[in-house]
């Protein structure tokens, strides 16, 4: 069912008055690199994970001693080059309160996959997830991982007004960077209705809504449509939603936020009696 929504406290997962931006279509490119035009990676899992995905094209790899130490099997499996180097260089490189962990990976932005692929890809597994304008670079790193957890079938974000697939972004999803598809969209609206368009049911989570999440509704294919933190679901997002869903709270709190809604979403959409193999 579908109820005009407030600014959820905490949590807002729908709500907002923000016009949708027009701009350009959803056809695969590049994603967004850090800064200067180069993708860096940092921390030991993302840069492990990254050294596992072929599709990584490593363009300097700097790692401290004991970086070097741990990393050691998948920098032999790539036959990766290293440069050695002080903890202190990649506190210049990045920043004093980096948590770099002695690994930085220089790379460029993978592939990314078009609507259509994530549409195939969710007509038979698990959910897209779809947000609108999150810009926390550890919000969406969360997601990611809550998306590789979960099985999701990818990502949907806008083209501006989302964090770089790389930094602080890949070290929050500790590997989930690298395997979850992620696509960038010049207008969330376009994509919205090419999702509909593909038989893809929409799920926007809006803490106002009258209908609860529930699980034996999020069979394939589903997108869920997640706001941002403050303003959540914009207008136009929430009224290109096919419904709009409440997480259910028994505590005191009746919020969370854009993270932890999404695992929560993802969790229920995981038991979707959709998804269980025949017999159970």
């Given amino acids: 069912m579908k109820k005009a929504a407030r600014r959820e406290a905490g949590g807002k997962v729908g709500a907002g008055n923000a016009r949708e931006p027009r701009a350009g279509d959803a056809r695969p490119s590049r994603t967004p690199p850090d800064r200067d035009g180069t993708v860096r990676i940092f921390g ?10 072929p599709a990584r094209r490593i363009e300097r790899l ?4 004991n970086a070097e130490r741990r990393l050691a099997s998948g920098v032999t499996s790539r036959s990766a080059k290293c440069e050695r180097v002080l903890p ?3 506190d210049q490189m990045l920043g004093a309160d980096t948590v770099h962990q002695g690994a930085l990976l220089e790379t460029e932005p993978l ?4 609507l259509d692929d994530l549409c195939a890809a969710a007509t038979t597994g698990g959910p897209l997830v779809v947000l609108d304008q999150v810009t926390d670079p550890h919000n969406v790193g969360a997601i990611l991982r809550s998306c ?10 806008t083209r501006r007004h989302s964090p770089p697939l790389g930094g602080a ?8 960077l690298e395997l979850v598809p992620v696509a960038l969209v010049g207008n969330l609206a376009q994509a919205l209705t090419d999702l509909a368009d593909a038989g893809v049911r929409r799920i926007g989570l809006d803490g106002e809504a009258v209908a609860e999440l529930d699980s034996g509704s999020l069979g394939p294919p589903v997108a869920l ?7 959540g679901l914009r207008h136009l997002t929430r009224t290109l939603c096919d419904d709009l869903c409440r997480i259910g709270a028994a505590g005191p709190l009746a919020s969370l936020n854009v ?3 999404a695992a929560v979403a993802l969790y229920a959409a995981s038991l979707s009696p959709a998804r269980q193999p025949r017999g159970t």
């Fill in 44 to 53: 030991i899992h993302a840069v492990e994970a990254a050294l596992a995905n």
């Fill in 62 to 65: 700097l790692l401290t001693e």
């Fill in 88 to 90: 202190r260089r990649l």
């Fill in 111 to 114: 592939p990314e996959p078009s």
């Fill in 148 to 157: 590789a957890v979960f099985g999701a079938a990818g990502l949907i974000m």
């Fill in 169 to 176: 972004l890949a070290k929050t999803a500790s590997g989930a």
């Fill in 225 to 231: 449509v997640l706001g941002a933190e403050g303003k």
């Fill in 259 to 261: 993270s932890n809604a």
